[in-house]
Nanobody, 122 residues
Framework: QVQLVESGGGLVQAGGSLRLSCAASGRTFNTYAMGWFRQPPGKEREFVAA????????NVADSVKGRFTISRDNAKNTVFLQMNSLKPEDTAIYYC???????????????WGQGTQVTVSS
């Protein structure tokens, strides 16, 4: 069983930045592709970004390309989402997810975090 705990969400003005972190339990973190998904108010959950177990491959959604960057630190069992130039439409609950031996991108995670709220004011 893998537990994922997100942190770093909050309220920010449009144009600002936030960095989300997701800490994972377990000793086989580098065997998991990791990703971020989000669920805007009243909408379905959507893919944001993913990174391979080694960190050598990444993929980001077109809606955030050039603004969001995913990275990971396997020594610390942590994956990050750096969000720059935030827009009000980025407002959502952001979820960390992991998939054992997953490819990038993926849409059927094995594990989900509890989510962290990101609110971007105009």
């Amino acid at each position: 069983q893998v537990q994922l705990v997100e942190s770093g969400g909050g309220l920010v003005q449009a144009g600002g930045s936030l960095r989300l972190s997701c800490a994972a339990s377990g000793r086989t973190f580098n065997t998991y592709a990791m990703g971020w998904f989000r669920q805007p108010p009243g909408k379905e959950r959507e893919f944001v970004a993913a990174i391979s177990g080694s960190g050598s491959s990444t993929n980001v959604a077109d809606s955030v390309k050039g603004r969001f960057t995913i990275s990971r630190d396997n020594a610390k069992n942590t994956v990050f989402l750096q969000m720059n130039s935030l827009k009000p439409e980025d407002t959502a609950i952001y979820y960390c997810a992991g998939k054992k031996w997953g490819t990038v991108p993926f849409n059927t995670p094995d594990y989900w975090g509890q989510g962290t709220q990101v609110t971007v004011s105009s």
